[in-house]
């Protein structure tokens, strides 16, 4: 099945690009996908085990499964800010 | 109302849109870009958002905070793309029957703003290097 992943923040500068499609096996958990998104993009590794993975525009659980034709997104943390 | 937007934000039409008869307070933050953070020095921010996502969550906030108090009206505004120092980046703008409220209201849905919506600023600092603010990555 296809998915569609986009990359925000400084996840995009280490990607090296902002959206990518990538064919994954049918019932590939949202855990299964970040240790794929390592793999082909090692420059990532130091930030994606901090950073959200959105699928769909929700928070998932990483055992969840993804739905094919998923949109996942790749969510550094926010900055916050100083109250 | 929650809106992101590239255009500059109208904080007189802002305040306009929230006031109502029966609130005697409207309470409005601004937040702007500040020109000194960790000892550098900030020419301007470029922010970055995942739309879809971020109108979801802005929209969620709202209604947590309709259904913590008396609110008239509000709306939240986020700015987008490369925004120079002292520029307004964000605004929340909230009419209450009383200020206490309102006050509380207004805090509360910024906090929430910036705890939860996927908005990301990149600094560009005075020596010409930039750097996206992650504050969670640079914990050890």
């Known amino acids: ?83 | 109302m929650i809106q992101l937007t590239r255009e500059v934000i109208d904080i007189a039409r802002l305040t306009d849109c929230v006031r109502r008869s029966d609130c005697g307070a409207v309470v409005i933050f601004l937040g702007t870009v500040r020109d000194f953070t960790d000892g550098k020095i900030t020419v301007a921010l470029d922010y970055d958002a995942y739309p879809a996502m971020a109108e979801k969550k802005m929209a969620e906030i709202e209604q947590e905070t309709r259904r913590l108090w008396p609110i008239g009206d509000m709306i939240m505004v986020h700015r987008l793309g490369h925004l120079e120092v002292g520029k307004t980046s964000v605004a929340v703008a909230i009419s209450c029957p009383h200020r206490g409220q309102a006050f509380e209201a207004c805090q509360y849905a910024i906090d929430r703003l910036k705890e939860l919506v996927p908005i990301w600023k990149k600094e560009n600092w005075a020596d010409g290097t930039t750097e996206w603010v992650h504050p969670e990555l640079e914990k050890k």
């Open chain 1, 1 to 83: 099945m296809k998915v569609t992943v986009h990359f925000f923040a400084r996840a995009r500068d280490l990607a090296g690009r902002e959206t990518v499609s990538y064919e994954v096996a049918s019932n590939t958990t949202v855990q299964e996908l970040r240790r794929q998104l390592e793999i082909l993009h090692p420059a990532l590794a130091g930030i994606l085990p901090r950073c959200a993975l959105a699928v769909n525009n929700g928070f998932v659980k990483d055992a969840a499964s993804i739905p094919p034709d998923a949109e996942i997104a790749v969510l550094p943390p926010v900055s916050g800010g100083v109250r």
